[in-house]
C-alpha cells in the first residue's frame, strides 16, 4: 500500500509509539502529572508526593514514578510549587547597568552566594528609568522573589523614599524582602535591608594620600551633585581638605557622570582653560582612565607631571600604566552579604539589617610626592 500522493511505502507505525508521541514525547502538549500517574501506575497523589520527597514511598513505587517521568520528559510545574510554599524563590538582583565593571562584580556576589545556597537568582537592568524598576519589582514580587536587591546610587529625595518605602512594603506583605545595596538607607521602621560601603572613608583616603604627597592644587572630578554616591565621596575629599588646613576651591571641582568620556573631557577642558593643578582625584576607576587618556594626549607624564588616583579599584586598574592607586570596594562581598542577610534575617536580632564594610586604598604607582 502506498500513501496517497507520495509514490512511497507507508511504513506500518506501532500503535504504542503513536500514542506516545500524540501524549508527551513529541506530541502538541508537555506531559502533565497525570501523564506520570498513569504511566506509572498510581496515583496522581503518590507521584506528588515522589516528588515532593516529603513523604514516605516505597523504593519500587519510587523507581517507577522516577522513570515515568524520565521518558516523558515531565516537569514539575515550578511556578506551582512556589506558590504552595515547596520550592526556594530566586534571589532578584536589579541594577541601572550590568556592563559597568563595578556593577558586574556586585552582580558576582549575588550569583555566588545565592548558588551556594541552592537559589536561583535573575538579573534585570533598569536603563536608570524609575518606571522600570517599578515594574521589575512588581514582577518580582509575583515571581514570589526570596529577595529583590537593588543596586547602585539614587537621588536622596522624598520621591525615592516614598518609593523604596513602597517596595519594601510590598514585598514583605509577599514574603519578600527588599535590600538596598550602596543605596541611602530609609527612615523609619520599614522591612528593609541595607548594605553599605565606606565612600566617605575611601575618599577621605585617596585625597589624603595626595595632600600627605605635597599636592595643594587637586582637580577633583566628581558625579552629579544629587547621587548619593557622588555626594559621599565629596564629603570625604572636603574632610580631607579641611584636615590639612587646604582652602577649597571652586575652579577645582568639575562635575560630570561617572564616565570614561567624562573624565576624559573634564579633564581635556580643564587643560585647555589653563588651570593649574599637580594631582587629579577621579571619582572612579572610569573617570581616572579617561583623564590618563586626556593627560597623555596633551603630553604630560604620569605621575611626573600629574599625580592621580581613582575610585573602585576595578579589575583593570593595576593593570594601567603606570598602576592606578585607588580605593578599593568589595563589591562582590556586597553581593554575597546582602544574600546572606536577606536570607537570614529571621535568625538575626531586628538591629542587624544595616551594614557598612569598610573600603581600603590601594597604593600603586600613579602619585609621586612633591617635596
Do not use: W
Not at 547597568?97 to 533598569?126: F, K, M, N, W, Y
Not at 537621588?155 to 514583605?172: G, K, W
Not at 575618599?203 to 554616591?229: C, I, K, M, N, Y
Not at 570614561?260 to 599637580?278: C, H, I, N
Request: include cysteine; charge should be neutral; hydrophobic fraction near 40%.
Amino acid at each position: 500500500m502506498t500513501v496517497k500522493g507520495s509514490g512511497r511505502p507507508a511504513s506500518p507505525e506501532p500503535q504504542r509509539a503513536r500514542r506516545r508521541r500524540n501524549s508527551s514525547d513529541g506530541g502538541d502538549r508537555p506531559s502533565t502529572i497525570r501523564d506520570v500517574a498513569a504511566k506509572a501506575g498510581v496515583s496522581v497523589a503518590t507521584v506528588s508526593r515522589t516528588l515532593a520527597g516529603n513523604y514516605p514511598v516505597s523504593t519500587e513505587t519510587r523507581a517507577r514514578v522516577m522513570a515515568a517521568v524520565e521518558s516523558l520528559h515531565y516537569v514539575v510545574n515550578v511556578h506551582a510549587k512556589a506558590l504552595s510554599g515547596r520550592v526556594a524563590g530566586p534571589i532578584a538582583l536589579v541594577i541601572k547597568d550590568i556592563t559597568g565593571p563595578s556593577l558586574a562584580h556586585v552582580a558576582a556576589g549575588v550569583e555566588q552566594e545565592a548558588a551556594d545556597r541552592g537559589r536561583l537568582s535573575l538579573v534585570c537592568a533598569t536603563h536608570d528609568d524609575s518606571a522600570r524598576e517599578d515594574d521589575l519589582v512588581q514582577l518580582m514580587r509575583e515571581q514570589h522573589a526570596a529577595a529583590v536587591v537593588l543596586v547602585g546610587g539614587a537621588v536622596e529625595d522624598e520621591a525615592y523614599q516614598r518609593r523604596m518605602a513602597e517596595y519594601a512594603t510590598a514585598l514583605d506583605a509577599a514574603g519578600s524582602r527588599l535590600v538596598l545595596v550602596g543605596r541611602p538607607p530609609l527612615p523609619g521602621d520599614l522591612p528593609v535591608t541595607v548594605v553599605g560601603y565606606d565612600n566617605r572613608g575611601g575618599a577621605f583616603q585617596a585625597a589624603d594620600h595626595l595632600l600627605t604627597a605635597g599636592h595643594r592644587r587637586v582637580l577633583f572630578l566628581g558625579g552629579t551633585p544629587e547621587l548619593s554616591t557622588s555626594v559621599q565621596r565629596r564629603d570625604g575629599f572636603l574632610h580631607a581638605l579641611r584636615a590639612h588646613g587646604v582652602p577649597y576651591a571652586d575652579e577645582l571641582e568639575l562635575r560630570g557622570p561617572f564616565t570614561r568620556v567624562s573624565g576624559y573631557q573634564r579633564t581635556r577642558e580643564a587643560l585647555e582653560s589653563g588651570l593649574e593643578f599637580t594631582a587629579i582625584f577621579a571619582g572612579t576607576d572610569m573617570v581616572a582612565t579617561g583623564a590618563l587618556a586626556a593627560l597623555r594626549e596633551a603630553g604630560l607624564d604620569v605621575p611626573g607631571d600629574v599625580s592621580l588616583v581613582g575610585f573602585d579599584d576595578v579589575p583593570f586598574a593595576a593593570d594601567l600604566s603606570p598602576a592606578l592607586t585607588t580605593v578599593r570596594v568589595p563589591y562582590e562581598d556586597l553581593g554575597r552579604t546582602a544574600v546572606r542577610l536577606a536570607l537570614e534575617r529571621s535568625e538575626r536580632l531586628a538591629g542587624d539589617d544595616h551594614v557598612v564594610l569598610s573600603t581600603q586604598l590601594v597604593i600603586r604607582q600613579s602619585v609621586r610626592r612633591i617635596h
